[in-house]
């Protein structure tokens, strides 16, 4: 999964995006934007929160969509524009430490910052630093977003709580994942009152997806995202989390499709995601 093909790394992207669509526009319309016209997108990935925040803001407003990998901000882009909000974002690559350090100047600060998926060790040495930043660069009055899609806590496999504790642990080891980094969102409140925020708050928005074919995001994002990585998680670092034979084996038939005991197909089957909203103002 680390070394995904660039078409493989796109529909990765494009499923994930369209899966947690619905919730991010909820998270958006949560931060009240009528008003605040600088927005900064941080770590736009796909473009998903870029076009949330173009909608939600007042005509005036502009989003700036920063990240490092061309690629996903390539597919921010065509989102922008198949979305017909093209004319409101501007996307740069770039480091986002180099961007909050230019808009800590006086008047260059953002009037809300939403940050998905972005503040964990794997991607800041230090992320109460990260967060004291992304505070820094806002307006006096100007709200933070701290959104966590909080995968490590979706509950993928009912009725199989075990096994995927031992996948996710197996996740973890095959990504590298740096100590405390799956649990990271637990830190987020934490950051953001160390930060300097006012009025903070944390809301849980649930994703639930029951019968999985009612909601067409559903199976492409399980069979696009989630079962790839936890298979090869489960073949790469499976022993290494615990799994015995029996383990491995009953992961590989639950989650490979056309399997006579595909999960999918288990009548009665969910996908819950308790996504997380953490939100601050300066």
Known sequence: MRDMQPSTITAYLLANRAFVAPTVEQAVGALELAGRTRLLDAGTGAGGGLVALARAGDPAARVLGIDRNPQALALARAHAEEARVASRVETREGDLLEVLAEASAPGEGFDAIWAS??????????????????????????????????????????????????LRTASELNWGIPGGGPTHYERHVHWAVAAGLRNVRVRVLPRVAFPVDDDPTARPYLERVVWP??????????????????????????????????????????????????TGER
């Open 117 to 166: 998926d972005v503040v964990w060790p794997g991607n800041f040495a230090d992320p109460a630093a990260a967060v004291g930043a992304l505070a820094g660069a806002l307006s006096p009055g100007g709200v933070l977003a701290l959104f966590s899609s909080n995968y490590y806590q979706a509950q993928f496999l009912p009725g199989h709580s075990r096994l995927q504790q031992k």
């Open 229 to 278: 990585e936890l298979l090869d998680a489960a073949r790469g670092k499976g022993r290494e989390a615990g799994m015995d034979d029996g383990e491995l084996e009953l992961a590989e038939a639950l989650l490979t499709p056309g399997s006579d005991r595909y999960l999918l197909d288990e009548p009665g089957y969910y996908l819950v995601h308790s996504m997380l909203l953490v």
